[in-house]
């Protein structure tokens, strides 16, 4: 009997800078306060890198903790996929960094930009070179160094981001067995990119003394209506990817979505009427490092023991472009 050939993920590693930044510390840089942060986000601190340190030096530290959890040597990996959207720099990617930095000879690798919504689709993209029999090893990250490019003087912004990376292992899944990734949506609609951008330095508007001066080389985001969106698009992806596959959120055993604001992660898990001993919530620690939230929400389940073998896992994202996607796998180890 042959069965379909999935894409499982097999390892994890995940990376966060030792500096922390706490709600107090804002306290004393903006107008704003502890009790607002944690009310209206679920935040309490988030790590940051220190001057110099570069959103593929916390894909590789994430990267070298997965390979390692897998015991196999970077070399064996055919395949890096780095969602980013604070690459080291425009060009080359991240993901020739990672490789240069990892050592290995013979791979190939490219970024993919998407918001918060870069980890699950650098995953499903990753997934489909396992599904086709092309690759067997691929190195699926999620990276990003927010703090580069955030305002630290627009409270309803910078109180929100935060620095971090995960990675994971895909590899095929053997004859017969019942586990990976078994199905995604995903979706972009570019009229909410006027909601959450980052103008300057691209070819629209390279960097002159002008867009300095206009502030237009930090993170400009209307917080209310990506809110609003977030809330109806986490809910729509996650009831399609379970409805098309004829489960519910009762099916679930672990739901780990973007965490952007703790309330957007409640209002989808409502939704689904999933309880919350399922929901995965870690934004008190972190807060969003955009690509770098699942993996390391799903370090959090593990640390928890909420994810086991053969468990029904959904993801769900939904970021800046506006970028969305919903996941279901079963977890493999
Ligand atoms: O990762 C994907 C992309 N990002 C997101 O998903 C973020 C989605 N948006 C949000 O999480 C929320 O919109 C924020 C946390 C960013 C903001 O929370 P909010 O409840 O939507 O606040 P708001 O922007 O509607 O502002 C409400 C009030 C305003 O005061 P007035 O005009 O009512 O007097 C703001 O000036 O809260 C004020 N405010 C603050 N007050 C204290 C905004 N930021 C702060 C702050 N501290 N840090």
Same mark, same amino acid.
């Not at 055919?78 to 991240?94: H, K, L, N, R, W």
């Not at 570019?190 to 070819?203: A, E, F, H, K």
């Not at 001066?213 to 977030?230: L, S």
């Not at 519910?248 to 309330?263: E, K, L, P, W, Y």
């Given at each position: 009997?042959?069965?379909?050939?999935?894409?499982?993920?097999?390892?994890?590693?995940?990376?966060?800078?030792?500096?922390?930044?706490?709600?107090?510390?804002?306290?004393?840089?903006?107008?704003?306060?502890?009790?607002?942060? !944690?009310?209206?986000?679920?935040?309490?601190?988030?790590? !940051?890198?220190?001057?110099?340190?570069?959103?593929?030096?916390?894909?590789?530290?994430?990267?070298?903790?997965?390979?390692?959890?897998?015991?196999?040597?970077?070399?064996?990996?055919?395949?890096?996929?780095?969602?980013? #959207?604070?690459?080291?720099?425009? =060009?080359?990617?991240?993901?020739?960094?990672?490789?240069?930095? +990892? *050592?290995?000879?013979?791979?190939? *690798? $490219?970024?993919?930009?998407?918001?918060?919504?870069? $980890?699950?689709?650098?995953?499903?993209?990753?997934?489909?070179?396992?599904?086709?029999?092309?690759?067997?090893? #691929?190195?699926?990250? &999620?990276?990003?160094?927010?703090?580069?490019?955030?305002?630290?003087?627009?409270?309803?912004?910078?109180?929100? $981001?935060?620095?971090?990376?995960?990675?994971?292992?895909?590899?095929?899944?053997?004859?017969?067995?019942?586990?990976?990734?078994?199905?995604?949506?995903?979706?972009? %609609?570019?009229?909410?990119?006027? =909601? +959450? =951008?980052?103008?300057?330095?691209?070819?629209?508007?390279?960097?002159?003394?002008?867009?300095?001066?206009?502030?237009?080389? @930090?993170?400009?985001?209307?917080?209310?209506?990506?809110?609003?969106?977030?809330?109806?698009?986490?809910? %729509?992806?996650?009831?399609?990817?379970?409805?098309?596959?004829?489960?519910?959120?009762?099916?679930?055993?672990?739901?780990?979505?973007?965490?952007?604001?703790?309330?957007?992660?409640?209002?989808?898990?409502?939704?689904?009427?999933?309880?919350?001993?399922? @929901?995965?919530?870690?934004?008190?620690?972190?807060?969003?490092?955009?690509?770098?939230?699942?993996?390391?929400?799903?370090?959090?389940?593990?640390?928890?023991?909420?994810?086991?073998? &053969?468990?029904?896992?959904? +993801?769900?994202?939904?970021?800046?472009? $506006?970028?969305?996607?919903?996941?279901?796998?079963?977890?493999?180890?």
């Amino acid at each position: 009997m042959t069965s379909v050939r999935r894409a499982k993920i097999t390892a994890l590693g995940t990376y966060v800078p030792p500096r922390v930044l706490s709600n107090f510390d804002l306290e004393k840089m903006v107008d704003t306060t502890n009790e607002w942060i !944690l009310e209206r986000t679920g935040i309490r601190e988030r790590h !940051l890198v220190d001057k110099g340190v570069a959103a593929s030096d916390l894909a590789v530290e994430a990267a070298k903790i997965c390979l390692a959890n897998r015991g196999i040597d970077a070399k064996e990996v055919e395949c890096i996929i780095v969602g980013t #959207v604070t690459p080291d720099m425009m =060009y080359p990617s991240t993901a020739c960094l990672v490789q240069h930095k +990892l *050592g290995i000879p013979n791979t190939w *690798g $490219f970024d993919i930009s998407a918001g918060c919504s870069g $980890f699950l689709f650098s995953l499903t993209t990753g997934a489909k070179f396992i599904e086709s029999g092309q690759y067997k090893k #691929v190195l699926v990250i &999620g990276a990003d160094v927010n703090s580069s490019m955030i305002d630290y003087k627009d409270r309803a912004t910078c109180i929100i $981001f935060g620095d971090g990376a995960g990675a994971v292992l895909l590899e095929p899944t053997e004859d017969g067995e019942q586990v990976g990734i078994i199905d995604h949506v995903h979706q972009v %609609e570019g009229v909410g990119g006027q =909601y +959450l =951008y980052m103008p300057g330095g691209g070819s629209l508007h390279p960097t002159s003394k002008e867009t300095v001066e206009q502030n237009m080389h @930090v993170v400009h985001q209307d917080g209310q209506n990506v809110f609003k969106y977030a809330v109806k698009k986490m809910s %729509e992806m996650t009831v399609k990817v379970l409805s098309r596959n004829h489960l519910t959120g009762s099916d679930v055993d672990c739901f780990i979505a973007h965490q952007a604001n703790r309330r957007i992660i409640v209002a989808t898990a409502e939704r689904l009427k999933m309880p919350m001993d399922k @929901v995965i919530i870690n934004i008190e620690k972190y807060g969003n490092t955009t690509a770098g939230t699942i993996p390391l929400a799903m370090q959090t389940a593990l640390d928890e023991g909420k994810l086991k073998k &053969g468990n029904n896992v959904l +993801l769900a994202a939904v970021g800046a472009g $506006f970028t969305s996607g919903a996941t279901l796998l079963k977890w493999a180890y």
